[in-house]
């Protein structure tokens, strides 16, 4: 493989004109791995998709064109729009995980709106007795329950209450 690319940092990248590839060392600190497999999806399509961790810490994307024959510009361009879409696909990676906990409330919401209102046969069927469930440890009992409400001191007449 060759580096002959002025306008991409050497190490980078290198092409073989002989087997329409091009090769791109990925950093997965930069890119999540999760972005590096987006990104390599969306190309299935147009080239062969290689992924290879040559050493820890690096992986190598291989992209060869389908039709067997590139010359340095299409590989230069598929160079270009890969490294577009990785860029795009680790954005969108880092929204989602930003986003988590809204997402899955949204959709927990919808699945159970999906569900409908309780008719009235489930509303009947339903046990609303006090004796729902156990509470050995006490917890759903409410303060007063748990500790007694105090009693109003008893007043004497002249004024003063009682202990």
């Known amino acids: 493989m060759q580096s002959s690319y002025p306008d991409i940092p050497a190490g980078l990248v290198a092409h073989d004109l002989t087997a329409a590839a091009v090769q791109l060392q990925v950093d997965p600190t930069i890119y999540p791995l999760q972005a590096i497999y987006g990104a390599a999806y969306i190309f299935i399509d147009r080239c062969y998709v290689f992924l290879e961790r040559p050493e820890p810490g690096q992986v190598r994307v291989t992209l060869t064109a389908k039709g067997g024959s590139a010359d340095a510009g299409a590989l230069r361009a ?7 879409e990785l860029l795009g696909c680790a954005w969108r990676h880092q929204i989602t995980q930003d986003n988590r906990v809204l997402l899955e409330t949204v959709t927990m919401q919808a699945i159970a709106g999906a569900m409908g209102q309780p008719s009235l046969d489930d509303l009947a069927s339903f046990d609303f007795s006090d004796q729902g469930f156990d509470d050995p440890l006490g917890i759903a009992l409410s303060w007063e329950e748990k500790h007694g409400k105090k009693a109003p001191a008893a007043s004497t007449g002249d004024g003063e209450a009682q202990p």
């Open 78 to 84: 598929l160079v270009g729009e890969f490294a577009n």
